[in-house]
């Protein structure tokens, strides 16, 4: 047997480089490192050495870019890689993106630039903001919520939707933490709560939650479409960014795509490490083709800060080529006492998604205190 | 319309509990509040003061089992929660798990004792090591690797997959990095690769990645089979855990799982916050149907201590009812001249995974060197 020598290789690569850029925390010598390691560990994962000099070397290996101190222990750092290794597909996107580094300490991803041949890849949101607009005839914020407590008989669940969607929710999705209990079977709860959303006659959307194991993703969201619902909220950190991708583009048009942040708080809250607040949910949701992206509000029961929120929100509307604009909905312990305030700091191009606060009295009154105070901000 | 007032709910529960524990960081009264919050957001997610006395709040609400202080600023809290919760599903059980207390820093999973009507859901490994062990013939270690760099013309590829696979490699499978990209299509990889490897007519087989788009899965885990692969590399951090269950539960009863990590880096690498180790690489893996769970090992190009490649090894072997032990395959930057020194630190019930380093001069020495320092670890 002979060495194994690696041929130089020859590929026809488009010269169209996709590139990411990441804050590294360290020292600089260790910044320097981690800066290295990403070149390589984001694509051959291999001893450079062995590497003969050909167009693996050359174009393969990712490139530097950018490597500046921020501070002495932070350093913003950027690469770019042929658009080719992403093979135009979202899970190898992801991977390259974070994959083997995410065991790495000390990286963030805080910038994605994506070449239009990429980006062609995605058809995105088929809704966003201009769609849902025009399809619920406002020119306001998206009034939202969720079907709570888990426990609660599926007749109980289908009564507070009607009164939701008769006062004039517009988007009225299952609590995330519904699946298929004993005490709520996914069938008979999607038939019974589409049936009276229906019944309700408003403009309001029952969106049900997708979150069935894999086999049975199909056949669910068949009888839901079936049964009458206008969209579905999906889990991307449960099912993976790209079931998300495929139910928003294979599903009817229109069909709405309300994306929950569930398990993706692992990659945000560690402020030195993971993937920053708007990538992840806003410009990684948009490409999976979510309509509206839920993220937890400053304020409420979770920890995002004021300027992460508001970076999400911008990142949810910002110009991407054909991708649509999606509907950032901060979440999470709101009530319509905060709806003039969220106005203030979102603006109209928000999607204010009140839950557990709307059982507090009569429903319908509630939704009626939202919509008050939506048209008291409009004046 | 009248106050929505909540019926008291009677539902029908078991009364099988399963039990999370969770290390907390934080002063005490800091500490307290995220317990608290963890039993009403893992569950009902709404104002407790707005449930009425019924089962709801008794069995639904998740129940405090354990509040201590580990010292003044971490804690180790354990609650447990109806088994009905779960459903049974394994999406469902990482929301319970981590879900939305993933967006609140200071939490980490470290515990999870699974009752047997909620394990009885889960087939687990369809080989594990006893399985493997017998398929192999051998009483130590697996000898596992990846085929690279990315950009390697297929032809070469299968060349190096026959000289690894005629030396007596176990597992071959694809760099992590391999999707289907422009210079190296999904479908003209695997054939010749997987008819490289038949050729060799060794022991050895070929796992193919199936890091696919969705709507591909199907059609290239068949193709795959057709072309005489063994197994697959499945990827749960970028296509869900639960597609690599329904992958594992639904493939030919021979074909060989091998997880890897991508991505999953995030849920680890911060010790106030995540998932465990030994949880993630080992109990989930092993839910999840993983034959073989890869994980950075220390010493390596990544950061894992080496007390959490113990706990993840532990975690993969321990017994669990019915699910099979996983073969712990410690990897990342690894070598033949570390073998022994991963034999004595993690024994024969492991899958020693070597990439690059085996390029460096002839494949087949190399592997022969892996090979004689296991034989040499036996003496």
Redesign the interface.
């Known amino acids: 047997?002979?060495?194994?020598v690696?041929?130089p290789?020859q590929?026809?690569?488009s010269g169209e480089r996709l590139t990411i850029s990441y804050q590294l925390t360290g020292g600089e010598p260790q910044a320097r490192a981690i800066a290295d390691?990403i070149l390589v560990?984001?694509?051959?994962?291999?001893?450079l050495d062995?590497?003969p000099d050909d167009?693996?070397r050359a174009?393969?290996v990712a490139k530097e870019v950018r490597f500046d101190e921020l501070t002495p222990s932070t350093y913003d750092f950027s690469a770019s890689f042929a658009v080719?290794?992403?093979?135009g597909?979202?899970?190898?996107l992801?991977?390259?993106l974070?994959?083997?580094?995410?065991?790495?300490?000390g990286i963030r991803v805080t910038g994605i630039d994506l070449p239009t041949s990429l980006l062609a890849c995605f058809p995105g949101p088929q809704h966003g903001i201009d769609g849902l607009r025009e399809r619920f005839g406002t020119d306001g914020p998206l009034l939202a919520t969720?079907l709570?407590?888990?426990?609660?008989?599926v007749p109980?669940l289908a009564e507070?939707a009607r009164?939701l969607a008769a006062a004039g929710m517009h988007l009225i999705k299952d609590?995330?933490?519904f699946?298929?209990?004993?005490?709520c079977d996914f069938r008979e709860r999607v038939k019974a709560i589409a049936q009276a959303v229906g019944e309700a006659n408003g403009d309001g959307i029952y969106l049900p939650s997708l979150?069935?194991?894999?086999?049975d993703l199909t056949s669910a969201i068949d009888f839901a479409l079936e049964a009458g619902v206008g969209g579905f909220l999906v889990?991307p950190?449960?099912?993976?960014f790209?079931?998300m991708?495929?139910i928003s583009a294979?599903t009817p048009v229109d069909t709405v795509i309300m994306a929950h942040?569930?398990?993706?708080?692992?990659?945000?809250?560690?402020e030195t490490?993971?993937?920053a607040h708007d990538i992840m949910f806003g410009t990684l949701a948009r490409l999976a083709g979510a309509d509206v992206s839920i993220y937890?509000n400053f304020g409420g029961?979770?920890?995002?800060a004021p300027a992460a929120c508001a970076a999400i929100a911008t990142a949810c509307r910002a110009p991407l080529e054909h991708i649509r604009p999606a509907w950032p909905s901060p979440a999470?312990g709101m009530s319509p006492e905060r709806v003039p305030e969220m106005l203030e700091f979102y603006g109209p191009d928000t999607c204010l998604l009140v839950?557990?606060?709307l059982?507090?009295?009569?429903?319908?009154?509630q939704v009626a205190r939202m919509r008050a105070a939506v048209e008291g901000t409009k004046r």
């Open positions: 047997m002979t060495d194994t690696l041929e290789t590929l026809d690569l390691q560990e984001q694509t051959i994962e291999f001893p062995l590497v167009d693996i174009e393969i080719e290794v992403v093979g597909q979202l899970p190898q992801l991977n390259v974070f994959g083997n580094i995410s065991m790495v300490p969720a709570k407590p888990m426990g609660t008989p109980q507070f009164s609590d995330h933490s699946a298929t209990q004993p005490f979150n069935v194991p894999v086999e889990l950190g449960l099912c993976g790209d079931t991708r495929s294979t942040p569930a398990m993706l708080g692992a990659f945000v809250t560690d490490s993971g993937i937890p029961r979770f920890s995002f999470g839950g557990g606060a059982y507090r009295g009569d429903i319908g009154k």
